[in-house]
């Protein structure tokens, strides 16, 4: 089965920026759509973004449009989430993940703060 390694958390003041990258182990991500979802402490999973697997039809949650790019690679297997004009309310875990193979990566963190 595909796994999926996310990278690029970390700690950023309040409009910064941090790129999100999500690595998967084969090919067959290259079949399915690819979302990012994040979780913030004590809340739900939410989702922010979703881009079709060949790149086409990217879509974002109201909050993060504007501020947020989802994109992929299939050729690296990668996928990426640029977030710029980080707020207060952006930190949470980021996952990645890949609805048509039923995957999810582990998550990274993202903590925005003075």
Known sequence: QVQLVE????LVQPGGSLRL???????TFATSEMEWYRQ???????WVASIGS???RPNYRDSVKGR???SRDNAKLEGYLQMRGLWL??????YCHAPRLHVWGQGTQVTVSW
């Open 7 to 10: 990278s690029g958390g970390g």
């Open 40 to 46: 913030a402490p004590g809340k739900e999973r939410e």
């Open 54 to 56: 060949v790149g086409d």
């Open 21 to 27: 990258s999500c690595s998967a182990s084969d090919i």
């Open 68 to 70: 947020f790019t989802i």
């Open 89 to 94: 309310e952006d930190t949470a875990v980021y």
